[in-house]
């Protein structure tokens, strides 16, 4: 459950969303039409359920660039970026996204992430000149499609949909102007655009490779950061053991999987569901983690014990031959 609740939620025919997204709207009374209304660039999305960190001092752009698997040596003021922390392993542990604006890093990350995020900033700060705050209670994230107009600090970039986020005082949320569109639009454009939610679609044991995120939140040329052996020997040797996948789900069934659902050819369990929406022109779609050799053409099986199978068909998002980042576009 979210700590904050939007005033946008007072806002007519809101209905809230539940689980990871609690803390905002759902829709606004029909999230086809706000879909609509994102794609004409007449629409915001109310993200302030994400949590904000930022990240001060002197010598905060090396640091990052030592710990995560971004370039941020010389980074330049407003120029957005993708990050991940990985496990000596190569998992993905967290997933930031952030701007900086030539004195302070501003991040954003899933609702909840913060706390753990900071505790293990902290720890690695030693002598580095540094300082690292939750900001969540007084900063949030909207959504905004198109080019950024000049207000507060913006995020934007080809991760980011084609719009882009404003970081803004938590306490200006309820004075916004517009219409307004629900997570629910937001996350059907997200899937439609192959981008991976950490948390939904990916799990423990899910390294970059496998989620179309080199390039975006991994840099392929630079130097030693913790993880990298494993994105590097993955990358250079190919065939990574699994791949994100959209799929394009049998409209004719009334529900949509959920997080976990299991992804099946046959009688062989081959993946999972990460996310799933509808949408205002492909119907029902998903993004899904499969294994790497299930072969593209095969007709796939969404299936839960208490809810009818769906059937799907795949479109690829990375190759499953060399594990390099196949994004379609909108």
């Known amino acids: 459950m979210s700590r904050t609740r939007s005033p946008l939620l007072d806002r007519p025919a809101a209905v809230e969303a539940d689980g990871l997204d609690a803390g905002v709207a759902a829709h606004y009374g029909s999230d086809l039409r706000e879909q609509r209304a994102l794609v004409a660039g007449e629409a915001f999305v109310d993200l302030s359920h994400r949590d904000v960190v930022t990240i001060k001092g002197p010598d905060r752009l090396t640091w990052l660039h030592a710990l995560t698997s971004q370039y941020f040596e010389g980074l330049k003021p407003g120029t957005s970026t993708t990050a991940l922390l990985l496990s ?27 706390a753990a995020l900071v505790e293990w900033l902290q720890k690695m700060v ?11 209670d007084d900063y949030a994230i909207v959504w905004r499609p198109g080019p950024a107009t000049g207000e507060h600090l913006t995020r934007s970039g080809a991760d980011s949909l084609g719009g882009h986020e404003v970081f803004l005082p938590r306490a200006e949320l309820a004075g916004l102007e517009g219409p307004a569109a629900g997570i629910w639009a937001y996350e059907a454009l997200r899937i439609e655009a192959g981008h991976p939610r950490f948390g939904l679609d990916t799990d423990e044991r899910a390294i970059p490779n496998e989620l179309g995120w080199l390039g975006i939140g991994v840099h392929l040329d630079k130097g030693c950061y913790r993880g990298q052996e494993t994105v590097a020997r993955v990358h250079n040797l190919g065939r ?28 062989k369990q081959i993946g999972f569901i990460g996310s799933a929406a509808r949408h205002h022109e492909l119907g029902p779609i998903a993004l899904a983690l499969v294994k790497r050799n299930v072969d593209p053409e095969a007709i796939l099986e969404v299936v839960a ?11 690829l998002l990375v190759d499953p031959e060399v594990g390099l980042h196949v994004r379609a576009r909108l």
Do not use: C, K, N
């Open 126 to 136: 030693f002598m580095s000149r540094v300082e690292i705050a939750d900001v969540t």
């Open 88 to 114: 000596p392993t190569g998992h993905v542990e967290h997933a930031m996204y952030g701007v900086d604006d030539g004195e302070t890093f501003w991040l954003h990350t899933e609702p909840g992430a913060a």
């Open 240 to 267: 990574p053991p699994r791949r994100l996948v959209r799929l394009l789900l049998d409209g004719s069934v009334d529900h949509l999987p959920t997080h976990g659902y299991a992804v099946r050819v046959g009688e």
């Open 305 to 315: 014990e208490d809810q009818p199978t769906v059937t799907a068909t795949q479109e």
